[in-house]
């Protein structure tokens, strides 16, 4: 199915995994590049040669090495390439900003706390990358392009347009482009899986082929690293298991279904949970969670058996993931999820161990996620940056409005 390997193509593959090693490992030098890549020292420095040469690398310095000379210091050049992230989140947009090395540079949040619909959050994307613009004009020809994280089904059509479907957010379907107002390339992928990319490239599944994200807050989102590769399926749906129906009696999710798993694992579920057996309502989740886990800690007997349901029921649905992809790790976000972890890492290891086969049950490590709750934006940035890396010349050719550096 490949392309034929031409010269180009094979000189292009290898300027990649250059880039790419450069980036990923932040600091390097050109042994450690032959190395890893499995190139000539002499083919790796002509790459080098190149790429400092289009001001994507910089060398920055010596360090000893091994046989006690000292050896250049090879970097991302951090104004070589900048990307922008965005975080469809319920209540607002939050669009950032990173440099090549991948460090947020500028951030902007747009929303007003309310659920809007989907021309609601394209408003608020585009005023988010407007203001963006407005604060790094210096900066944004070097922009490589824009991508969204986004809290739903981002399908491709044959012909090329992305729709997406956020049916648990009471969306109609919408079409990407009119999610943001730019003439940057706009890439855009479910959030739960810009989650698990960021994670892959830069956090706790970094050179993990096989690895299980999930993403745990209001809502519930899953990404599958598999053989290296996101889970997509065929039209990039696979791994949906906010919506996976876990009990069909269960409370109502917002999709409309009974006892899917973010009904049951989701915070509005949970602090319904407590309501409904005579615990105190709250209408700020985090609040309500943070009430309920401490209440549960200081023995509170209500408290403590939501949560030890909890547990269990968080116990079965990751233990089913672990049957389903034979992690090698199992990686706990979001704002809830990371709060569990912190409460109750040990007793949610040992629920998922208990609820999955024994043998892949004990063939994957339970870890937290690396960077908190802004890796949905910085996973959505990584697929423009991705971009640069399989073709940095045309992903930074001049648009009309830009200039060419030199
Ligand atoms: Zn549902």
């Known amino acids: 199915m490949g392309e034929p390997l031409t010269i180009r193509t094979l000189r292009e593959r290898n300027r990649a995994a250059v880039l790419r090693h450069i980036i990923t490992a932040g600091r390097t030098t050109r042994a450690q590049i032959a190395g890893v890549t499995g190139l000539s020292p002499a083919s790796s420095t002509n790459i080098v040669g190149d790429l400092i040469a289009e001001g994507l690398v910089a060398e920055t310095g010596l360090m000893a090495s091994q046989g006690g000379r000292p050896t250049s210091v090879i970097q ?97 379907p919408v079409p990407v482009r009119e999610l943001c107002e730019t003439d940057l390339p706009i890439f855009a992928e479910n959030g739960a899986k810009t989650l698990a990319m960021a994670e892959r490239w830069f956090g706790a599944a970094r050179g993990i082929d096989n690895a299980t994200v999930v993403l745990i807050g209001r809502g519930v989102g899953l990404g599958v690293i598999t053989g290296g590769r996101l889970l997509r399926g065929e039209h990039s749906s696979a791994s949906e298991w906010g919506h996976l129906r876990i009990d069909p009696r269960g409370p109502v999710c917002r999709c409309g279904r009974r006892g899917c798993v973010e009904a049951v694992l989701g915070s509005q579920g949970v602090l319904a949970r407590w309501a409904e057996r005579g615990g105190p309502a709250y209408t700020d989740d985090a609040a309500g969670i943070s009430a309920l886990f401490d209440a549960a800690e200081a023995g509170d007997a209500l408290a403590s058996a939501v949560v030890d349901d909890l547990i269990a029921d968080a116990g079965a649905a990751l233990g089913g993931l672990v049957n389903l992809f034979n992690p090698q790790r199992l990686i706990v976000g979001g704002w809830l999820g990371m709060l569990w972890m912190q409460r109750f890492g040990q007793r949610i290891d040992t629920a998922v161990r208990a609820a999955a086969l024994t043998r892949p049950g004990r063939q994957y490590e339970l870890d937290v996620c690396s960077f908190g709750e802004d890796t949905v934006a910085l996973g959505a940035a990584v697929m423009p940056l991705e971009r640069l890396i399989a073709a940095p010349a045309q992903a930074l050719l001049p648009r009309s409005s830009r200039s060419v550096r030199r």
């Open 76 to 172: 991302p050049a951090a104004d070589g390439a900048y990307f922008v992230g965005a975080d469809f989140g319920e209540r607002g947009v939050t669009a950032e900003l990173f440099d090549l090395t991948m460090t947020r540079v500028d951030r902007e949040w747009c929303g007003d706390g309310t659920q809007g619909s989907g021309a609601v959050a394209g408003r608020r994307m585009s005023a988010a990358l407007a203001a963006l613009r407005e604060r790094n004009g210096e900066r944004w020809s070097r922009v490589a392009g824009v991508g969204l994280g986004l809290p739903g089904i981002v399908e491709t059509s044959p012909g090329g347009e992305r729709t997406v479907f956020a049916e648990a957010l009471g969306w109609d």
